[in-house]
């Protein structure tokens, strides 16, 4: 916190903090080649992540006082000093300081996770219900979906509030023109007739480390054509698969949209494959790839 190694339980700042005005990054560092095994860690992508944390800052009217490289040399610091030999989460959060603006406090909190697409495809084994959700996203001449601030969350939390309150697992936005926008913390893909669809950066959606990597992998390394255009809600409900992508999430398959079944297989096969390719990406098992992986 504010280049100091600090205990979470230490790391308090006054209530009158002007939170909401906080931006923040989701990074992952995996084990290299066998998540159960005590490899090497890797941060998956660096500098795109580190790259969006600065364009979120300028959004916001904020400069960071640290390089990229001096705060990669932080990230590094604080999982060296919790320990960590496992797949660790990092959240960079930014957020002015209370009385000086034009400062800001930087903290960097990592914790460990269970890999999401492990061997046990956790996500896999969970049927996963979307509904539309009735909230639009956010706009981009309102509040800038393309900023990773903490704010914009809080159009993500009506929308889950009110799909826990219709049973439904999660939530797909529309934006305000209509089209398919993303979910609530991850991009939307869906599959139609052997094509993969997803939704351009001016649907105010977040620009997505993840979306970005398979845009790329999605037709070079698997040979699977991909299209970044609008995408109307209706062709949601006519997909052969759709799936989530984002850091957090990894590969998420979508069981049903608005309790349409989504295709005929859970999770589609096209799904699988992506989401067992992006495993191996992220565990540095594609020697290619090996350029988006930085060491711990
Ligand atoms: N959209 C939203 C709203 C998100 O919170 C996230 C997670 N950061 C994503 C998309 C996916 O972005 P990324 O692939 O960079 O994690």
């Known amino acids: 916190m504010n280049g100091e190694i600090i205990e979470t339980t230490a790391a308090l700042v006054s209530a009158m903090e ?13 084990v290299e080649n066998d998540v159960t095994s005590r490899g090497r860690l890797n941060i998956f992508r660096w500098k795109p992540h580190s790259d969006r944390l600065r364009r979120s800052a ?12 001096e705060l990669l040399e932080a990230v590094r610091k604080t999982i060296r000093a919790n320990g960590f030999d ?23 909190p990592v914790w460990t996770f269970e890999t999401v697409l492990g061997k046990d495809n956790l996500q896999f084994s969970k ?22 601030t903490w704010a914009n969350y809080g159009n993500s939390a009506l929308a889950l509030r009110e799909a826990a309150r219709l049973g439904q697992d999660g ?14 913390g991850a991009c939307i893909m869906a599959v139609r007739n052997g094509r993969v669809v997803t939704p351009p950066v001016t649907a105010s959606i977040l620009e997505s480390v993840t979306r970005e990597t398979l845009l790329k992998v999605i037709p070079e ?6 299209e970044a255009r609008d995408v109307a809600r209706v062709e949601l409900y006519a997909s052969d698969e759709a799936f989530l992508c984002g850091t957090g999430g990894e590969i998420t398959p979508i069981t049903s949209i608005d309790d349409l079944p989504v295709g ?13 390719y992006y495993t191996e990406v992220v565990a540095g098992k594609i020697e290619k790839h090996k350029e988006w992986l930085t060491q711990v």
């Open 18 to 30: 002007p939170i909401h005005l906080g931006i923040f990054e989701g990074i992952k560092a995996y």
């Open 58 to 69: 300028a959004v916001c009217g904020m400069t960071i006082p640290y390089t990229s490289e």
């Open 86 to 108: 496992t797949n660790v989460y990092i959240q960079p959060r930014i957020w002015p300081r209370a009385g000086v603006p034009q400062e800001v406090h930087v903290v960097i």
């Open 127 to 148: 049927n996963r219900k979307f509904m539309i959700s009735t909230w639009r996203r956010i706009a981009s001449d309102a509040l800038p979906p393309q900023a990773k």
């Open 171 to 184: 939530a797909i936005f529309l934006d305000n023109r209509g089209f398919v926008s993303e979910g609530t």
């Open 221 to 226: 390394d698997l040979g699977i054509p991909v």
């Open 264 to 276: 005929k297989e859970y999770p589609g096969p096209l799904t699988k494959r992506i989401a067992e």
